[in-house]
């Protein structure tokens, strides 16, 4: 089963690299961005497009991390308290047993 989910991975990271060669090779037009305040190169679009989809990304993820700090911080708190009552429900179990004898 393990070696199934391998190998569609596989395919669908080729389909993926190839459509990317795909779309690289088709938009090979040269267009220089003019940002208002600042003119870029003129590269090819896919450059272009290629390097707005990894700004996005990253831009996402940074958006993402107080989200991710967050809930790290609250799994690490609840994993104390859960030790702490674990501990607890452990000692009035041995307690029990100590009345009884």
Avoid: C
């Avoid at 790290?72 to 702490?84: D, G, V």
């Amino acid at each position: 089963m393990r070696w199934i989910k391998g190998l569609i991975l596989a395919v669908i990271l080729l389909v993926v690299v190839l459509v990317g060669i795909l779309f690289a090779v088709n938009n090979q037009q040269t267009i220089a961005l003019n940002l208002i305040w600042l003119e870029l190169p003129a590269v090819s679009l896919s450059v272009w497009l290629l390097a707005t989809l990894v700004f996005g990304v990253v831009l996402g993820m940074l958006a993402m991390l107080g989200v991710y700090v967050r809930l790290k911080a609250t799994l690490a708190r609840s994993e104390r308290h859960n030790k702490q009552q674990q501990k607890e429900l452990d000692s009035l179990r041995t307690q029990g047993f100590k009345e009884l004898a």
